[in-house]
């Protein structure tokens, strides 16, 4: 039987959820083909992630040594391609985050695999699974096959449902002789925030030009809702957030149940980012402003005024 | 090294290095020569336009937006 390896991703000994999207979409793919599915998980102190990993019914492989500790692309793919090899695999699943899009393009050319990025489904029967992914800016759906006998997917973390706990797996220690890196670990920086990240959060709240750069409201609307705090390219260009909220193309793809969009016109660099969540508002003083044509509900007005009511209307209902 | 869209601003090319630049010899070789296999391993299938939104309605007010999102979309 065929085998697909979920590639986990994991921060302190923490699961990322992306894990789960990621398990989800294997899921998905295995039904195509009637595969069974393994996962891998390579840091330093993982056996409790690997554990956790388990409970949803899948091997896991673990990888873990303190030269995994820091999650380098030279290393981390080194190990998914052992991973690989030891399961046998003819699928490596990974979810699309700045981690898996690190190390998938490294693990597939040492495992002579044809890549998929940023896979939205999966179209096609048996072992000829096909792969739908957007190119162009989302303007366009790509199907590919690949065509080598292991294949290497990055999976978009909102287009798949989180995998369910449930069966019986089992952790299996592997031991991988890590390359010697060319790439030293210096220090990690992690900006604090009491909001929720942004591509994991169930509400955004986004800002761009309109705010003039005054981004309070925003704020005061995405704490009432406990929503994660977004913007606009014109905004991280102009320097007034950082580059790390930027929602769209050469941002951050978000698909939440709720995205508010407060002055932001609508380029289709944006549209990319976030027309895969559930319900869109927009608020915008251009009635013709394009962000219109993708929003379920629409305000022409102004967010200063609009933003700070809203706030208070929610809480009410709170 | 990948860089950041904001890293730096690009450095132009002067009008005169442009036109130095014509006339520099452009080495051509195959990929053979370099000893890399080029073969796709992807194949596309086909191309389609992703699936549109429909335009969603217009609220007269605040208070309507957060009475639909509310009772309508019931995400808040």
Known sequence: MATILVVAEQANGKLKKATFHALGAAQQLAQKGGAQIQAVVIGQGVSGAAQELSQYGVTVHAVDGPEFARALA??????????????????????ATAYGKDIAPRAAAKLGAGLASDVLGFAGEGGKAWFKRAMWAGNAIATV???????????RATE????????SGSVQPLKVDAPQPKTRFVEFNEVKSARPELTEARVVVSGGRGTKGDFKPIEQLADVLNAAVGASRAVVDAGWQPNDLQVGQTGKVVAPQLYVAAGISGAIQHLAGMKGSKTIVAINKDPEAPIFQVADYGLVGDLFKALPEM????KKLQ | MTVDLR?????????????KAKKKPIAEMTAQQLGVDVSPKVRVVKVEPPPQRAAGVKVPDVQTLVEKLHAEAKVI
Do not use: W
């Not at chain 1, 706030?311 to 929610?314: D, L, R």
């Not at chain 2, 890293?7 to 036109?19: C, D, E, G, K, Q």
């Open chain 1, 145 to 155: 096959e690949v065509t080598t006998p292991v294949r290497v997917v990055t999976v």
């Open chain 1, 311 to 314: 706030a208070e209307a929610v």
């Open chain 1, 160 to 167: 798949f449902p989180a995998a369910q706990k449930g069966g």
């Open chain 2, 7 to 19: 890293l730096n601003v690009p450095r132009y090319a002067s009008l005169p290095n442009i036109m």
């Open chain 1, 74 to 95: 030279e290393t981390h793919s080194a190990a998914v391609a052992a991973a690989a090899k030891a399961a046998g695999a003819s699928d490596v699943v990974i979810a």
